[in-house]
């Protein structure tokens, strides 16, 4: 494609706004002067949806989605919509859905520069390198029936060999191109969906005789990632599962606020999105830790639009405020929003 | 009641009856010269009930259980039958389900003789010492319809009003007991039968308003336990999230092959087993750490049978090889189950 890229910007409740503005500054100082061209489009969403029109995902926000060559997305929801009769949750689960969104990327790597960040002691978490595939349209998240009533309530588990197939031929794709290990989880040994996908499993195995298999009860998989996180290359879930484990495996890094994550589709645009909630707490006192939506930003640019070099700037100008500290409180530094991302665009600029 | 209290045994597979004869030895040497008496009633169950019976949950296992006064189960399970038509994992759940075992009860404590273990850095884990009420006998294990074949498979999670009150009770009566605190654990979000665990939550904290009480996302809980896991007295789970969750939380202990855990029913005998695996790589070489089923032992004497100083007599027992490093190659010791064993009774005589 040429001309102008266009991205959907999902900008997101509380804190979501504050980091989205500061991954726009950054994308915009990382692009300047180069051939990359592109276009912003704002569309209303999440609780911001329900304020502006009253749906966490308007119609006109999954058309523009769909003509959109990648969507970035801030982090969404908080306690002001508790009560809302369709909660900005319901746009998420909304938007993977209508665009397709099946399979969720999230990166999980220990630099060692970040050790000490961890909450695992050094020698268990050193070496850590994995990516968690999880499945993202299905499962118990989407299953019918759904039952609530005083007396009783029912969700269901449901999964398609298609569903399975499209996520496994990711998962052991993307391990081709590193480690060549896929573990597959599931809980096989009692629920029915857990057998398909593990029988699945087994048939890539013999598909891709290249890439190591094996295969994890989701329990012990609980385990195995705080005991020997860095055994792991690419980790193949169902919804649920990944759900749980995905943001277990964020945790031992000990820099949630840094990761990034990606939603790829069939034929549509990848959704990018920072793995974090939208922090109400914080929300408005300009202290919000930018650097996951930049890295998230680094992300679409080297995925999307295979801007491998406009990436590596920005990576570069993340490492360098680490480096020297010029960090938010959350990272042991005492910068704001606003002065932590000056220091990433300096950087850039003096690269440049 | 009076007599001879009945022990239903069920020794397991792999390593089971291997640490199940060491916990049986020391429940002798502890019980020796007291009022207590006891009757030991082996039964077929699991990977053995197959192989002896054709069935990893007889019938008879059953009706004896039932008569019980309480029922001591080692791990189960393993490789010999990943073909069979119904595996020992079959046997698990239908004895939980057979006996109305509702309600699992895990105990996580990081003491600080024991903080070097953990993988988490001792600022993370210090002070931890929580339980997880984990419900055991619905949710997504045992919903209907279940179904599997080529193309799809479905499982149903399905809660009743009346299953969640009651585990919630056993969970709020235990806090009282404790810190006073409870934590409701769900993905009330997205699913609808985590929407009516809430609800329900909500409702008990107004029923015991001494409790204080607060909710959280599976997901968010997953790093909760790592980060701050102190924070936590009482931690209420429906059936697959708690399986996922009770896991993680006895790996941040560093010490699975020491944590026993109880299952509680209505009216019938309590089911005290260990947490842990039966691990097919080491059973036949005598070298099965046997600290889970003697701790194990010494929950049933406190719980079922209300013998404190007997039970106190074992964990004094326990307390002493940890500290003196009389422990197999797991704890980074050298001994034997049997020469482990050996000192665990030769320090309960004599202080008897
Ligand atoms: C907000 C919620 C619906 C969502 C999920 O569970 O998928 C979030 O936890 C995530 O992981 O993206
Ligand atoms: C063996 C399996 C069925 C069982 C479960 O998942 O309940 C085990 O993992 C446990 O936690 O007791």
Chains 1, 2 share one sequence.
Request: hydrophobic share 40%; aromatic share 6%; proline share 6%.
């Amino acid at each position: 494609m040429t001309g102008k890229k266009k991205i959907v910007v999902l900008p997101g409740d509380y804190i979501g706004p504050e980091i989205m503005a500061a991954g726009l500054t950054v994308l915009a100082a990382a692009t300047q002067g180069t051939d990359f061209k592109y276009e912003l489009i704002e569309c209303p969403f999440g609780g911001a949806g329900i304020d502006q029109v009253g749906d966490p995902l308007p119609d006109e926000t999954i058309q523009t989605a769909q003509q959109a060559d990648a969507i970035l997305l801030s982090a969404i929801g908080g306690p002001k919509w508790d009560q809302a009769p369709v909660r900005p949750e319901a746009g998420l689960l909304g938007i993977r859905s209508a665009l397709n969104l099946f399979a969720n990327i999230r990166p999980t790597q220990v630099s060692p520069a970040q050790i000490e960040r961890s909450p695992l002691k050094g020698e268990n978490v050193t070496g850590t390198d994995f990516v968690i595939v999880r499945e993202l349209t299905s499962g118990a998240y989407f299953g019918q029936p759904r039952r609530l009533d005083q007396d009783e309530a029912v969700d269901t588990m449901y999964y398609s060999r298609a569903e399975i197939e499209r996520i496994m031929a990711v998962g052991f794709q993307l391990a081709q191109q590193r480690k060549r290990h896929v573990t597959v989880v599931d809980k096989s040994n009692v629920l029915a969906t857990s057998k398909l996908w593990r029988q699945i499993g087994q048939e890539f195995s013999h598909r891709y005789p290249d890439v190591q298999v094996d295969y994890r009860y989701v329990d012990a998989m609980s385990m195995a990632i705080i005991a020997h996180p860095a055994q792991f290359d690419v980790v193949i879930t169902p919804n649920l599962f990944g759900d749980i484990l995905s943001d277990e495996a964020a945790q031992i890094t000990g820099s949630i606020g840094q990761i990034p994550s990606m939603s790829i589709g069939v034929n549509g645009p990848n959704l990018y999105e920072p793995i974090h909630g939208s922090a109400p707490d914080i929300a408005g006192k300009g202290i919000a830790n930018p650097l996951s939506m930049v890295n998230t930003v680094a992300m679409m640019m080297a995925q999307s639009f295979n801007e491998n070099q406009i990436a590596h700037k920005i990576q570069a100008a993340v490492d360098y405020v680490i480096a020297h500290k010029i960090v938010t409180s959350d990272m042991g530094g005492s910068q704001t929003t606003a002065s932590m991302t000056q220091a990433l665009v300096d950087f850039i600029r003096e690269e440049n």
